[in-house]
C-alpha cells in the first residue's frame, strides 16, 4: 500500500493547492501568493487585469467554478472601462455554470417536493430547497451588482443589461412556484431590463446604432426574453411573436452575416425556432405537459 504521506502528490490530490492548479498557467510570481492564501486574497494581490484573465481561464480548465466567479468579480472590479469580448464571454461562462448547477438542483429538489410520494423526502427536499435558493439569490445577487456598468460600446450594454434580465428571471422561477405567485419583484425587475436591452438591442441610444437582428448578442436576447414572457408572465402569444419576429428578421439578413457571427447566430436561430415548434405544438395541445416546459434550450450567454 501507498500512503499520502509516502506520496506526497497524492496528499495533494486530497487537499487541493491552488498553487499546483493554477500557478503554472499564470506564471505568479512568489509575491503574489503565499501558503494558505484563499482564492480572493490571490485575486486582491493580482491586481493587473490580464492577470486575471488568465487566472480565470485556468479556473475554467480546471473546472473549479465557484473560485472563477471570485475571479470574474475581481476583474469586473478591476476594468474601469469597457470589458472586451474576452472578458465578458469569461464573466459569464463563470456565474453560469455556478447559478445552472444551483438551478439543475433545485428543479430536481421542486419534482420531489411536488411529488408528495413520501412525506419525509418532501420534507428533506423542501429544507434543501431552501438552502438552495439562500444560495441562489447570493450569486445573482453579486452578479447583479456588476453589471451596471457605465462606459460599455453597445454591444456590450446589450450583454449585461441581458444578464441582468436572466439572472432576475433565475430568482423569479423560485418566486412562481411559490403558493399565491411568491414575490413578483424578481419578475418586474426582469421584465424592466429585458425591455431596456431589447430597446437598446433594436433602436440603439443617441448617436449609437442598434445591433443588427443576425448579431448573436441580440439574438440571445429575443430566445431569453420570449421564454421569460412564456414561461414567467405565462404570455405565449407575446413569446412567440418576439421569437417569430427575431428569427425572421435574422433570415432575411442571413446574406450579409460575416463568418466570424455565423456559427453562433445560426446556432441560436435554430434554438429560437426549436422553442417556437414547441409551443407551437404546446398551443394546439392545449397546453405544455409538465416535462416539456419550454425550458429546455432557452438559456445562451
Known sequence: ?????????????????????????????????????????????????????????????AERYDDMVTIVKAMARARGEAMTVEQRNLFSVAFKNVVGALRASWRVLDSIRESKDDADQ?????????????????????LLELVDRKGEEMDGAVFFQKMAGDYHRYMAEIEAGKEKGGNPEHARNALDAY?????????GSGDASGLAPTNPIRLGLALNFSVFHYEIQKKPAEACEMAKAAFDGAISELDNLSSDEYKDSTL???????????????????????EQDGTAVEDLE
Open 195 to 203: 425591455t431596456r436591452a431589447y430597446d437598446l438591442a433594436c433602436n
Open 1 to 61: 500500500l501507498v500512503s499520502s504521506q509516502s506520496a506526497p502528490f497524492l496528499q495533494a490530490r486530497a487537499t487541493p493547492d491552488l498553487r499546483h492548479t493554477y500557478l503554472l498557467p499564470v506564471n505568479m510570481s512568489a509575491s503574489e501568493f503565499k501558503e494558505g492564501r484563499s482564492v480572493e486574497d490571490v485575486c486582491e494581490a493580482m491586481r493587473d487585469v490580464d492577470k486575471l484573465v488568465q487566472f480565470a481561464k485556468a479556473a475554467e480548465v
Open 122 to 142: 418532501v420534507a428533506q427536499a423542501v429544507e434543501f430547497q431552501a438552502d438552495l435558493e439562500a444560495e441562489l439569490r447570493k450569486v445573482c445577487g453579486e
Open 268 to 290: 441560436i436561430m435554430q434554438l429560437i425556432r426549436d422553442n417556437l415548434t414547441l409551443w407551437q405544438s404546446d398551443d394546439m395541445d392545449g397546453g405544455a405537459a409538465p
